[in-house]
């Protein structure tokens, strides 16, 4: 592969065009020639395609990366993918079409051909030249074993153009080492982006050709770029740049992070599937870069009383000065008595939702007053139950009484029998609709239960419901409240304030480096957590009494004014 790679390097514009050496071994290892499970891709017709054209006087025209497309696959910056034409790619490479030739079911080898390269104007480092050496054994070895995670996979974003690995003689793979100058000029050339990245990913292969070779392609690593990065995250040069191998392979077998949430959980457990599997060192790429941009500052928001008005909105002056704050690099995080779909309906009006937002099913989130955690990918990290025995006694009480009593299970609301209290609770909280199960023991043996929520007026919370299940819960459970109009029933010891710090050791943030703001009594444990803690001035006097400050009201945007004051 040394002369595509020496295409490569000619085609930058520059006088003084650097050449490639070249470490090459074909390494045989056995694969089972059989075709592999399809896999199911969502191809988007929106994707955009790029022909780079070169000078028709200009030596590198030959070049087989001549409308090559590729992609950047840096840190968590926007990464757009730039294919080029396939058509036009064929053409310039001047392949005849030929049959794939049919796998056989017998065992036969399968000739993986790695070419590790290192560009001129890098240093001679001996640690640099041991790496490749030692990526002519791991490269192989990682490819056979990619190749086979993709059997009888069940990806839903995975490009399938290649997937039938046993219909091929041989796999030809290029590492190229460089520096941070050479791959920028990459990046500025392809992806007009000027900066260094630490990868790059360039796709060869173009399934209509039929051809007996998978060209996979080449991953150009800035050994600089990695270098820097072994250092921040605390592992060796040989660590990092076996995890960059890792993450641009995966994009070369049809990966891409970039597209959707769900891609990017899906790239990002195989990246963690491969480096255990292997023995290797380190995070995967997307898990290190997340880290890195929640080590700098994470901003706790409570959405009850506090990013939500009296009216239940959010209104527009908030949600812009969140999404400044996204914009400047802060990590805002909802801590909330809410499930995770009342927060995902309440701040979808305002674009607040998804991968530019503050919440998603792919977020992390502290819900239902601590009792549901999620971590990085939306991954559910902590879940505490009610006593069962418990549940029935307020059930019975709930059906005797006639109060309506809600059942909060995940995703999932549960009650008794309906009651206008009840529909409020969907219609103006944003809740999820509550499902009517008449049977005690029935809705009991439906789900498990996190939280109870007992709807009455305020007075009959105030006079009755409240000094009635303070003392019948003793050490079974707790009492908070947030609303005037609801009581709300949960584990004992537990709190928002726990789920945040849980949350925080997840993704290995300080206490110091978070600002919570909050208005209820729920909130307390958590402002106190906070290295600040800011209360609303709606709040209630338990949670103002333990703030660092109290500011505005949720009806003069009090979470905007907190950020413009002490975030940014």
């Not at 089972?32 to 054209?53: E, Q, V, W």
């Not at 640690?127 to 069940?154: G, H, Q, W, Y």
């Not at 007026?457 to 109009?485: C, F, H, L, M």
């Not at 402002?527 to 609303?536: D, H, R, V």
């Amino acid at each position: 592969m040394l002369p595509r790679l020496s295409s490569v390097l000619r085609a930058l514009p520059s006088s003084t065009a650097p050449m490639a050496r070249i470490i090459s071994r074909a390494t045989p290892l056995p694969v089972t020639r059989t075709s592999y499970a399809a896999i199911s891709f969502l191809n988007s017709p929106s994707i955009s395609y790029k022909t780079h054209r070169l000078d028709a006087s200009s030596p590198s025209n030959s070049s087989p990366l001549f409308g090559r497309g590729f992609r950047v696959l840096c840190r968590r910056e926007v990464e757009s993918v730039v294919r080029s034409s396939r058509k036009v790619f064929a053409e310039q490479r001047g392949y005849r079409k030929a049959r794939r030739r049919v796998a056989k079911s017998k065992q036969k080898e399968l000739e993986l051909n790695v070419s590790i390269c290192i560009e001129d104007e890098l240093p001679d480092d001996p640690e640099v030249l041991n790496i490749a050496e030692m990526l002519r054994l791991n490269a192989p070895t990682l490819m056979k074993l990619a190749f086979d995670s993709l059997k009888d996979s069940t990806y839903k974003t995975r490009d399938t153009a290649v997937e039938d690995v046993g219909g091929f003689e041989s796999i030809e793979l290029s590492i190229l080492f460089c520096n941070n100058e050479f791959i920028r000029k990459l990046n500025k050339e392809w992806r007009d982006e000027d900066h260094a990245t630490d990868v790059l990913s360039m796709s060869q292969h173009v399934p209509e050709l039929k051809l007996p070779i998978l060209m996979l392609g080449d991953i150009v690593i800035s050994v600089e770029t990695a270098a820097r990065q072994a250092e921040e995250r605390g592992h060796s040069l040989l660590d990092e740049i076996r995890i960059l191998m890792v993450h641009g392979l995966l994009h070369l077998l049809g990966f891409d992070h970039e597209i959707s949430e769900e891609a990017e959980a899906e790239m990002e457990k195989n990246e963690e599937f491969l480096l255990q599997s292997l023995g290797w060192k380190g995070k995967g790429l997307i898990q290190s870069a997340y880290d890195s941009e929640t080590n700098t500052n994470i901003q706790v928001e409570n959405s009850d009383g506090t990013l939500l008005n009296s009216q239940s909105q959010i209104s527009l002056t908030t949600a812009k000065a969140l999404k400044e704050a996204l914009s400047r690099g802060l990590k805002v995080v909802v801590a909330t008595g809410k499930t995770r779909p009342a927060v995902i309906s309440a701040l979808k009006k305002v674009d607040l939702v998804g991968r530019d937002g503050i919440i998603s099913e792919f977020a992390p989130g502290v819900f239902i007053q601590g009792l549901l955690v999620h971590g990085r990918q939306g991954r559910e990290i902590f879940r505490r139950n009610l006593d069962r025995d418990f549940c029935r006694e307020a059930y019975q009480y709930s059906w005797e009484h006639k109060v309506p009593l809600i059942a909060f299970s995940g995703d999932r609301c549960l009650t008794l029998f309906d009651h206008p209290l009840v529909d409020s609770l969907h219609t103006t909280y944003h809740e999820p609709k509550a499902e009517i199960i008449p049977a005690i023991e029935d809705l009991l043996a439906t789900v498990d239960i996190q939280k109870l929520i007992f709807l009455d007026t305020a007075e009959g919370v105030a006079t009755t419901i409240r000094p009635y299940w303070s003392e019948a819960t003793k050490d079974r459970a707790n009492v908070v409240q947030a609303i005037p109009d609801m009581l709300e029933i949960v584990p004992p010891g537990t709190s928002k304030g726990s789920g945040v710090k849980m949350l925080l050791d997840h993704l290995g943030v300080s206490t110091k480096e978070i600002m919570a703001i909050g208005d209820g009594e729920n909130d307390v444990e958590m402002l106190e957590l906070a290295s600040l803690g800011i209360a609303l001035s709606n709040g209630s006097e338990k949670a103002k009494a333990v703030a660092n400050v109290i500011g505005a009201s949720n009806d003069e945007d009090g979470v905007a004014d907190a950020i413009y004051r002490y975030a940014f």
